[in-house]
């Protein structure tokens, strides 16, 4: 947040002064949280190694998700597209999201959590692939949708089932933290990063191939990694 805000500072009317400030109070916020024995998220919840990959993949499957609906449909009306299609893939988006939580639900209880991170993954690389070359904008949200679903479904399942049992909630308020974060992220980050590209005379497609390269980075490793099995620690 504080280098989201960094990087918005002047579109947000802070001015230089204003963005040292906000800065400068949220680094003394986190200093005095630490001095009194406090923390965002408890170590316990992401002491284990699955926890953490889970973690990762939240924030870059949510990044992927808001940047399709917030930035793509941005792209496609500067270049003319109706309201009409824009609604239907920012539409598609939302039900691929629904839809895919709503499966891997089953699954994980089946067949533990790497099966629908393995197929959301490649959901979240497609969706990004088409956002970058402009083929099939349609299929970019269905696809976000879906990936994200099934990624995030997961993740929350892993993080709820790697928690001590007194920190259960804990870890399900952490997930709905990390949702924000990737939300943010997609939404401005992106949308700055592909600003700056455009600004710069570059494509202004990189910032969805930055995403595509976000995706390999931050879900498909977890993905392969994720266990097998559905376990808890309770």
Known sequence: M???IGLQGSSLGLGVTGTIAAV????????????FGGALVPRQVFGRTPSAGAALATVGA???????VTVLPVRLAAHGASTTKIAVIV?????????GSAVTGGVVAKRGYRPPMAVGSPALLAG?????????????GATAGLGTGAVTAATLALLQDQAPAEQFGVATSAATMLRNIGSAVGVNGIAALSAILVASSHSENGAFWALTVLVALTVFAPALTAPRRRTTVH
């Open 2 to 4: 504080l280098l989201l």
């Open 24 to 35: 400068l109070v949220g680094l003394v916020a986190l200093a005095l949280l630490r001095r």
């Open 62 to 68: 949510v990044v992927v998700m808001y940047a399709t």
């Open 91 to 99: 539409g598609l988006s939302a039900v691929g999201w629904v839809l």
């Open 128 to 140: 990004t692939v088409c956002s970058a070359t402009g083929a099939l904008p349609w299929l970019a």
